[in-house]
């Protein structure tokens, strides 16, 4: 069985791949199982090596990987080298991280005891459709560095550049078996993942809906899982803030990706006093945004990834008031032209829901209380951003919004540096950061007696 893999920009078929069955997934598990106890002994120093190279191959592929993106998910070309340089960041973050993943020398009575971290075993990485390139190196880097072997579960929609990055690994000298990469459907590759005995974790991104029948299924087993899922993420304007700066950057808070990214601030909060002012400069900016043929360098946004989802986006604009939209291309590819809409109505799906397209809803509040109140509400928490010149303000209400990153008179909300995650509906357990090895290892702890016998 196979599938057509769709240009989302120009509908053309790119590619046909595979849909592996449930007994080819437990082959890769076997392969993967076969490779970890020679992996798991590679000596740190090697295993870093390894990596390093690895990252250094990703490199020298840069351009090849963005252009293969840019044709199987739309994304503009500009944001495509930047996350191929991200899986290169990543796996050369992590192959740092070998060599210091240090336990402790706790003090004890009669004997001296030490911590180790262990591999856990095969993991299994479950990877949406938005950002295949990021999200596969976010989990493999760290689980590879930390001794673990790992099955890469592309989304079916965008599985290229993960294929690719197999390859890639091979030809850096990683040995077989261990970055195992196997492309078909969610429910029989990745349900065999959560299914298999032998994968000791998986690390799911994607939908709430799917993420929660991962972790029942894994439960059965008290698999270890990493879930990172939804948002629906607030841009908490004040009216002490740079209101120009805050506008011309609000579209690449929600539009980047044509949406379609978790960290979207879909929900934009500005102050009442400055609400007009902001309108003004944020309508100029959204009408400037280059939406285009994702494969120029000029392209800030690129279409939706299918014709199904552009349909499922566009049934949240029935009977929304449209403040005002942007332009998007006509013909083929599944454009939709940047939206804002001003809903006062807070209880509205489009104002509650995830929508994953190029839609902002725009509401105003009164105070720092109403703002931290509107932005607490649903069941999300992953980004978000502030911005006031007010410091005491700014830490204030980064403090009371229930979200796992936050950025204050910015809105970037991923480093590999710095740990990312969800609170609350958002996900369970944090990727990248110093500390990302640690939640692809067990704590292992050894007593030694130093008693005379
Ligand atoms: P999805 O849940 O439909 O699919 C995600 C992955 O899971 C795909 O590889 C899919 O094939 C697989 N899958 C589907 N059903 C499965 C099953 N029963 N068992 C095992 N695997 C299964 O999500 P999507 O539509 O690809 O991605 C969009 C969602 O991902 C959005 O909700 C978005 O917010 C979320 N997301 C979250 C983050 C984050 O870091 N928090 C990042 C990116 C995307």
Redesign the pocket.
């Known amino acids: 069985m196979s599938h057509d893999v769709i240009n989302p920009a120009t509908e053309a078929v790119v590619a046909t791949v595979a849909d592996h069955s449930a007994e080819e997934t437990d082959a890769a598990v076997a392969r993967a199982t076969a490779a970890l106890d020679a992996w798991r002994r590679v000596a740190p120093a090697d295993r870093a090596r390894l990596l390093r190279r690895f990252g250094d191959v990703v490199d020298a592929q840069n351009e090849e990987l963005a252009r293969l993106e840019v044709a199987n998910s739309g994304h503009t070309i500009a944001n495509a080298r930047w996350e191929a340089g991200n899986v290169r960041d990543v796996l050369t973050y992590y192959a740092g991280a070998v060599e210091r993943h240090i336990g402790k020398q706790i003090p004890v009575a009669g004997g001296v005891d030490v911590t180790f971290y262990e591999p856990i075993g095969v993991v299994g990485v479950?990877?949406?459709?938005?950002?295949p390139l990021p999200?596969a190196g976010w989990g493999l880097a760290p689980a590879l560095a930390a001794g673990n072997t790992v099955v890469v579960?592309?989304?079916?929609?965008t599985p290229l550049t993960a294929m690719r990055l197999g390859e890639l690994a091979l030809d850096a000298g990683l040995p077989e078996g261990v970055l195992e990469v196997v492309t078909g459907?969610?429910?029989v590759?990745?349900?065999r993942?959560?299914d298999h005995p032998d994968v000791r974790k998986v690390c799911?991104?994607?939908?709430?809906?799917?993420?929660r029948?991962?972790m029942e299924?894994c439960a059965a087993q008290v698999k270890r899982v990493t879930?990172?899922?939804?948002?629906k993420s607030a841009n908490v304007v004040f009216a002490d803030a740079d209101l120009e700066r805050a506008a011309a950057s609000a579209p690449y808070a929600v539009f980047d990706n044509a949406g379609?990214?978790?960290?979207a601030r879909s929900r934009l909060l500005v102050q009442r006093s400055a609400y007009d002012r902001f309108m003004e400069h944020f309508e100029r900016a959204v009408k400037a945004v280059r939406v285009m043929d994702p494969a120029d360098d000029d392209a800030e946004m690129g279409p939706l990834i299918s014709a199904a989802h552009r349909e499922r986006v566009a049934a949240y604009l029935e009977g929304a008031r449209v403040a005002f939209s942007g332009s998007a291309p006509t013909g083929p590819g599944y454009w939709m032209a940047p939206t804002v809409l001003e809903t006062p109505d807070r209880s509205a799906p489009v104002f509650t829901e995830?929508v994953?397209g190029p839609v902002v809803s725009v509401v105003a509040f009164e105070d720092e209380a109403e703002a931290v109140a509107i932005a607490n509400e649903g069941p999300f928490g992953?980004s978000g951003s502030i911005w006031t010149r007010d410091v005491g303000r700014a830490l204030r209400v980064a403090r009371a919004i229930e979200t796992g990153t936050i950025s204050i008179n910015s809105n970037s909300s991923v480093r590999y540096s710095t740990p990312?995650?969800?609170f609350k509906q958002?996900?369970l357990g944090r990727?990248l950061g110093p500390d990302a090895l640690r939640s692809f290892s067990e704590e292992k702890n050894v007593f030694i007696s130093t008693e005379e016998a």
């Open positions: 479950i990877v949406p459709w938005n950002f999200i579960k592309p989304a079916q929609l459907a969610g429910g590759v990745g349900g993942l959560v799911f991104t994607g939908s709430n809906e799917v993420g029948s991962i299924g879930l990172e899922l939804g948002g379609q990214d978790c960290c995830e994953f992953l990312f995650g969800g958002s996900g990727e």
